[in-house]
């Protein structure tokens, strides 16, 4: 029975040019139907085998209207053939040439993928409108179909229309069960050499991008008050001037990631209501803002292509001293760490003073938020005091406040301490132990009687506060070496929360990168298996550094060469062949977690296959009892690279994976 093949297109003329490609490719092996997404359209329901686009916003809404749950989707692709552009190279430099197309979206992705060919001599115009000037213009490239024919323009030249990615034609003929050679031969035919068109992931990259174009910005930057352009639902496109200022993000370093990807925006776009786009949100800073997300532009009647988020101050700021987070907010994937929620939970019901102890960047006060918010007194103040950045007498007159002229540079009026600010609330006192034993006394005091002294009054004010302790630094230790006060330390001590490095709870650090790099974003398997295995001294503080790093600096697919230098270093460190084994960790799976080199976990994997068809999580699960020590997500990874290369078959439903010839030649080449 024949595949059922749907391409949907944007404009008639490209659906007649891509059925000639495919039928000359395929003949008679599909039944292939072209489907044109037009300004007033309605795509209904519809079942196929494989579905084609030609642009990533038709994306979301094919897979919505699909109703084989088993259909594979793919972004044709569009690159051009490279013998067709050397042409090109022979212009002046810095000439002006136009650019015909169908569309808006094909011609700034044709700019942006010209450019990537190397073509980077011309000023390419894109000619999307009569009323351009242009008549300057003496020469316009045009892609298999000329569109336009204009009276100034002297030299037209056809670099062939954008083509089918040989990559999806290989991947379709291979769900059809068409062999090699024939594919080989037709693509032969259809292109002069295969090796030269552009790699598939890159020309999906570009296509993304080209919907950032200057004209966007220009437009937003007339706005007064922070705004963002949503490409497709998914992707950042554009940010004005304002928001730049606002929240201090580089224009590169925001641009074309997806929605998820970044912190801020996730959080603006959570606010918003479904059904009518408005909400409040509330930034750490105090200020709080109308964030409004708005439609500007569809294809057809089903596909919203771009939206509008204005992010408007309000005049009024939000309560001080409130908290951002909570328990859900927590990523704990290790028992180890889901324990310690565990017992938090339970003691945020409870009114008592609690020591959190931990290294320093372990989440702390992420933890004492928490507790707070799930408490009786969550709708009070949560007050954060860092004891170790301020002086002794600083610190005195923030937490007790003091009276008007009590001291040189003293308010007229007096201040209120943070004590009793914190009145009916929490206040979080991190880096105990760095107060002097002087500030303990007083402290001492507090916690006794719930009585604060401002300094230099007589009065005495009787306030009600939770009081929530950090130190990272082991506190009975320092009792012992006399910087804590006894007294004291029994005063707090009795209930801890041991908050565990992240060294030991390795089992966190996958889910840790999820979350700071994004679902788009793909770890290599040595980059993954170096995290993982990484000690990570500043713990989770650490890891969100330098997945802010690679995030900006590297791609969507990072590797060892996107790190930092002195991760470089440290990689080498840990990866070489010659280094020590690495010792079982507390909570590992495997007893004997040596650290094999990628090769092996390759190998391992492979020779599993080679025995039986095997889902995922068997596989993981087979590894790890013999040894190898593995994520999941690792697995999936080497196996979305064995099914790329063709040493692996998966099931109609992708839960299992069976080794191809292709594959058993490799598994003999390793061994």
């Known amino acids: 029975m024949k595949l059922h093949v749907k391409l949907f297109v944007l404009f008639e003329e490209s659906g007649h040019h891509y059925k000639t490609i495919w039928n000359r490719l395929m003949e008679d092996n599909f039944n292939f139907e072209i489907i044109q997404v037009s ?53 002046e430099r810095g000439t002006d040439v136009l650019l015909i197309g169908e569309g808006k979206a094909i011609l700034w992705d044709s700019k942006l993928t010209l450019k990537h060919y190397g073509i980077d001599n011309i000023n390419f115009i894109p000619y999307s409108s009569p009323n351009q000037h242009v008549n300057h213009v003496k020469t316009a490239v045009y892609m298999g179909i000329k569109t336009v024919d204009l009276p100034q323009i002297e030299r037209y030249i056809d670099i062939g229309g954008r083509m089918i990615h040989p990559f999806v034609i290989r991947k379709i003929g291979e769900a059809a069960n068409l062999s090699k050679q024939y594919l080989d031969k037709k693509l032969k035919e259809y292109i002069s050499n295969e090796n030269k068109v552009m790699d598939y992931t890159t020309c999906i990259s570009l296509s993304t991008a080209s919907e950032f174009t200057e004209e966007r910005i220009s437009m937003l930057n007339l706005f007064d008050f922070p705004a963002v352009i949503l490409a497709n639902q998914e992707t950042i496109a554009a940010i004005n001037n304002a928001f730049r200022n606002e929240f201090h ?51 057809g009647v089903d596909i919203i292509h771009r939206e509008l988020v204005e992010i408007v101050p309000l005049r009024g700021d939000k309560p001080a001293n409130t908290t951002r987070y909570g328990f859900n907010d927590i990523i704990a994937k290790s028992q180890a760490m889901k324990s310690v929620i565990s017992q938090a939970r339970k003691l945020s019901a409870i009114d008592v003073t609690v020591l959190i102890e931990g290294e320093s960047g372990t989440g702390k006060e992420l933890l ?11 709708d009070k103040p949560f007050i954060a005091v860092n004891c170790g950045s301020f002086s002794e ?5 923030e937490l007790f406040g003091y009276a008007g002229g009590s001291f040189t540079g003293a308010k007229k009026e007096g201040k209120k301490g943070l004590l009793e600010a914190a009145h009916g609330g929490t206040i979080f006192l991190d880096e105990i132990a760095e107060a002097t034993l002087k500030t303990q006394v007083r402290l001492l005091r507090f916690l006794q009687e719930k009585e604060v002294q401002p300094i230099g009054s007589n009065l005495v004010k009787r306030v009600d ?69 990484y000690d990570w001294p500043g713990n989770v503080r650490e890891l969100k550094g330098l997945s802010e790093y690679l995030r900006f600096f590297g791609g969507q697919v990072l590797r060892r060469d996107h790190l930092p230098e002195r991760y470089q270093k440290k990689y080498s460190e840990l990866l070489s062949p010659s280094s020590q084994p690495l010792a079982a960790e507390e909570g590992s799976t495997s ?45 999936k990874i080497l196996l979305d690279r064995f099914k790329s290369l063709g040493w692996i078959e998966q099931s109609t439903s992708g839960r299992a994976s069976k080794l191809t010839e292709l594959g058993r030649k490799q598994l003999t080449q390793h061994i």
């Open 465 to 533: 506060v939770r009081v929530i302790c950090a130190a990272n630094t082991d506190m009975e230790a320092a009792m012992h070496r006399g910087t804590i006060r006894e007294d004291l330390f029994y005063r707090i001590s009795p209930i801890t929360l041991n908050v565990p490095p992240l060294r030991n709870r390795r089992e966190d650090i996958e889910p840790l990168l999820r979350s700071c790099l994004g679902s788009d974003v793909i770890l290599d398997s040595e980059l993954l298996r170096f995290m993982v295995h």
């Open 39 to 91: 300004q007033n359209s309605k795509i209904d329901p519809f079942s196929c085998d494989i579905v084609l686009y030609t642009i990533p916003f038709i994306e979301p809404i094919v897979r919505e209207k699909c109703l084989n749950p088993n259909a594979i989707f793919y972004n044709i692709g569009l690159p051009f053939d490279p013998e067709k552009l050397e042409v090109l190279k022979s212009i």
């Open 591 to 635: 007893k004997t977690d040596s650290l094999p080199m990628v090769v092996s976990l390759e190998q391992a994997l492979l020779q599993l296959l080679s025995v039986k068809s095997t889902g995922r999580r068997a596989l993981v699960q087979s590894l790890r009892q013999n040894g190898t020590p593995t994520t999941e997500y690792e697995v």
């Open 393 to 397: 007498s600083l610190l005195e007159s």
């Open 249 to 299: 993000f580089n224009y590169e370093t925001i641009i074309g990631n997806k929605i998820y990807s970044n912190a801020l925006i996730s959080e603006l776009l959570s606010v918003c209501d479904p059904a009518t786009g408005n909400g409040i949100w509330h930034a750490k800073s105090g200020k709080s803002y109308n964030v409004q997300r708005k439609c500007i532009e569809t294809i």
């Open 368 to 378: 004492a938020q928490s507790i707070h918010s799930e408490s009786p007194r969550s």
